[in-house]
């Protein structure tokens, strides 16, 4: 069962390539394009298919169009309502459908040999669940999807059992949690369907003052549901300037009051959250629950599910926001067939490189290097001495997370450090940096959230004890949204061991290899661009590295000495 995953309607373009039931390739169209997210989320992009990673997947799996026995489509138009039935201001909606009807035959143009019959739409938010769900360690588990709008709908709770699912409760459009937050997120100044994590990081600086206000416009409902439309934001505050936050508090030109009204809806998510899944539970009784839809990358919200729901285990798909539908699209339709799922053992489903390959990258752009035998321990030693290292192994990471593949590593104990990254990365200061930690250690020093917690996507409060020896991690609020490293990344888990024999701390600071605007390094050649536009002191590019100081020192190359 050869089934290939396509996302393509409204943002984060992506592909996925499930071979009986096992994922063998997963990669977002930007990586490719370098245009963050692929495309803005508007239906006159619609039709803009993700063609790179679409073949990109075929040649992993040997495939050619032809072999493959279905293609998922992301969206089913036949669910979908024209928007003023819906109550969504979107005149030119048709056209996005219009689009997607037509889906199979602009899929079968840019793969040619390609049956447009073997094109299946699969709904938009069965989607956003498969990706959870199926890919999942757990074959019997709740699943809560939410994001800002599918076909119709914009929420779906359910179960599944053995590859198969119960739906148990939606929301239909309007009401959408994650259009509240995406409209909040323009409110505030910021690009929406792009910057809502900035929101969630400025929620931390303010006090939820607007809390009972929002309660009474925000709420669930008996069957399962909730009500939930944007409201007028200035009833509470003026709108922002695009562009002109860089400080809460009022600088740049940001009216009072922004940071209040984002922590008062962030609390009022985290509690619809809650109620939401505490009756998914009543339902179920399930041990597990299993979380996508881009809501779900809200990792301070999905601590607090963990804490204090009944639900034994919360599992979030990496790769929650549009450009997982993908995956789950093609899990959905895999199970169907009656082919069982296996869980992905791993969100590295990217391109890669091999060694040779990479060697003989560094000698064409003819950049001195080196292959040491002690890798982790040079690594350790620059990042010791407060030297901040472009971290490039393995294959790419699906999803929005730097996880240790594309990384920008830097020493967690110097405050300054998160204002450091800030500005070498241009962005605005009052974000967070996250830490990297050793599984083995991690319990000692964070609490709050789920340990292991290998993907990034949950938020722990940090040990007071070690709040002044890690600060460079440490948010205001005390929290930190943790990775978690063990054998299953070997190089990286040395490289910590390593960092932490020789200052007594098994974290580093871990953030994504990009500068503002720019998606996620994906290649050697966009490693190289990077490390010769940013203050970086060293590049690894797996086995080798490349030094700030030899490569401006000798104007010939040298190559794979140890």
């Not at 064409?364 to 030693?381: C, I, K, N, S, Y």
Request: contains cysteine; glycine residues 8%.
């Amino acid at each position: 069962m050869r089934v290939l995953g396509v996302n393509a309607l409204f943002h984060d373009p992506s592909a996925a390539l499930v071979v009986d039931g096992h994922v063998l390739a997963a990669a977002e169209e930007e990586r490719f394009t370098r245009r963050k997210h692929g495309k803005r989320p508007v239906p006159f992009a619609a039709w803009e298919l993700p063609e790179q990673s679409m073949r990109w997947c075929l040649d992993v799996g040997g495939l050619a169009p032809e072999d493959l026995d279905a293609v998922a489509y992301s969206f089913d138009p036949a669910l979908a309502k024209p928007a003023d039935e819906m109550g969504l201001p979107d005149p030119w909606d048709w056209l996005r459908r219009r689009y997607a009807e037509r889906a199979p035959q602009f899929i079968a143009t840019a793969l040619p040999g390609l049956d447009p019959a073997t094109v299946r739409f699969v709904p938009h938010e069965v989607a956003h669940a498969a990706s959870a769900a199926l890919a999942s360690p757990y074959r019997t588990c709740s699943v809560m999807s939410l994001d800002g709008r599918g076909e119709r709908s914009s929420y779906l709770a359910g179960r599944y059992t053995d590859g198969r699912l119960e739906v148990l409760a939606s929301q239909e459009l309007p009401h959408s949690l994650g259009l509240v937050y995406e409209s909040l997120t323009e409110h505030l100044g910021f690009l929406r369907s792009s910057d809502e994590y900035k929101v969630m990081a400025l929620a931390s600086y303010g006090t939820p003052r607007f809390l009972p206000e929002l309660r009474e416009l925000l709420h669930t409902t008996p069957d399962g549901g909730f009500v939930a439309e944007a409201p007028d934001w200035s009833r509470w505050t003026e709108p922002a300037r695009p562009g002109t936050l860089q400080e809460p508090g009022g600088s740049g030109g940001l009216p009072p009051g922004q940071a209040d009204l984002a922590a008062s809806v962030q609390v009022r998510l985290e509690e619809l959250l809650v109620d939401l899944a505490t009756g998914l539970y009543e339902q179920t009784g399930d041990s597990t629950l299993t979380m996508a839809g881009g809501t779900a990358l809200n990792c301070v919200a999905n601590s607090r599910l963990w804490r204090e729901t009944p639900f034994e285990h919360v599992w979030v798909q990496p790769a929650a926001g549009d450009s997982g539908t993908a995956l789950g699209a093609a899990l959905q339709l895999t199970a169907e067939a009656g082919v069982r799922t296996v869980p992905m053992a791993s969100a590295a489903l990217g391109r890669s490189w091999s060694d040779d390959e990479l060697a003989e990258a560094l000698r064409t752009a003819r950049v001195p290097f080196t292959t040491p035998a002690d890798l982790p321990e040079q690594v350790a030693g620059v990042l010791a001495d407060d030297g901040m290292v472009a971290w490039f192994d393995g294959r790419s990471e699906f999803g929005p997370r730097a996880l240790g593949q594309r990384s920008l590593l830097a020493n967690p104990g110097p405050r300054s450090n998160t204002e450091r990254l800030n500005v070498v990365k241009g962005r605005e200061q009052f974000r967070p940096v996250a830490p990297m930690v050793l599984l083995e250690d991690a319990a000692d020093i964070f609490s709050g959230g789920p340990i292991p917690s290998p993907y990034m996507l949950f938020v722990h409060e940090v040990a007071p004890a070690w709040r002044d020896r890690i600060p460079a991690t440490v948010h205001v609020d005390g929290t930190a949204r943790v990775q978690t490293v063990d054998d299953t990344q070997p190089r990286l888990q040395a490289m910590l061991r390593a960092f932490r024999t020789r200052t007594g701390l098994p974290v580093v600071v871990n953030t994504s290899l990009n500068t503002a605007g720019r998606p996620m390094v994906d290649s050697p050649r966009h490693a190289l661009e990077l490390f010769g536009s940013a203050p970086v002191d060293l590049l690894v590019l797996g086995p080798h590295l490349v030094r700030r100081a030899d490569l401006f020192a000798s104007p010939r190359p040298s190559g794979g000495a140890a």
